[in-house]
């Protein structure tokens, strides 16, 4: 059974940067994609970014040139850089794990970016 748990989340001011991890526990998560996924309190949950199991990457337009995924197999994780952040980038951020006859989902890192 697959698991992902998120780590890196916190309260940064406005244009700064952290780096969320998705991590994977079982096996095939090299042929896994995965997304990142945001929820902002009174908001629907928003696609954020997603990583595919070749490697290649989209973004929603809201971050794109921001933020930055990227995935190492060795380790079985995700990242999402993310810079130059906003106010309007508070949510939970979730990562979501899939392939054929697989999806889960993490627990969610909250990210608050405040002055």
């Known amino acids: 059974q697959v698991q992902l748990v998120e780590s890196g989340g916190g309260l940064v001011q406005p244009g700064g940067s952290l780096r969320l991890s998705c991590a994977a526990s079982?096996?095939?998560?090299?042929?896994?994609?995965i997304g990142w996924y945001r929820q902002a309190p009174g908001k629907q949950r928003e696609w954020v970014a997603s990583i595919s199991s070749g490697g290649s990457s989209s973004y929603a337009d809201s971050v794109k040139g921001r933020f930055s995924i990227s995935r190492d197999n060795a380790k079985n994780t995700v990242y999402l850089q993310m810079n130059n952040l906003k106010p309007e980038d508070t949510a939970v951020y979730s990562c979501?794990?899939?392939?054929?006859?697989?999806?889960?989902w993490g627990q969610g890192t909250q990210v608050t970016v405040s002055s």
């Open positions: 979501i794990l899939s392939r054929i006859g697989v999806t889960t």
């Open positions: 079982g096996r095939d998560f090299s042929i896994s994609n």
